[in-house]
Nanobody
Framework: QVQLVESGGGLVQAGGSLRLSCAASGTIFSINFMGWYRQAPGKQRELVAAISGGRTNYAESVKGRFTISEDNAKITVYLQMNSLKPEDTAVYYC?????????WGKGTLVTVSS
């Protein structure tokens, strides 16, 4: 089993920054990738950023503003979010994929006020 615990969400004004963290524990080997998804009210969950073997991938809407990074020793992935916009408001979920299975955190709410 894999457990993912997110932290770092909150309320911020437009133009501000937040840093999300996701710590993984449990049976954590053969990880394919870790990433962040988000789901805004009334919308489908979407991939925000992912990292695998040092390579990163971002949604077009966050390129240049968000940065995903990892600490392999701590099995933790981070999402640095700068220049936040009201449209970034969503619940952000940490995702880990290993051996063909998805694992999800409970989510952390990010609210960006205009």
């Amino acid at each position: 089993q894999v457990q993912l615990v997110e932290s770092g969400g909150g309320l911020v004004q437009a133009g501000g920054s937040l840093r999300l963290s996701c710590a993984a524990s449990g049976t954590i080997f053969s990880i394919n990738f870790m990433g962040w998804y988000r789901q805004a009210p009334g919308k489908q969950r979407e991939l925000v950023a992912a990292i695998s073997g040092g390579r990163t991938n971002y949604a077009e809407s966050v390129k240049g503003r968000f940065t995903i990074s990892e600490d392999n020793a701590k099995i933790t992935v981070y999402l640095q979010m700068n220049s936040l916009k009201p449209e970034d408001t969503a619940v952000y979920y940490c995702n880990l994929q290993r051996m063909g299975k998805d694992y999800w955190g409970k989510g952390t709410l990010v609210t960006v006020s205009s």
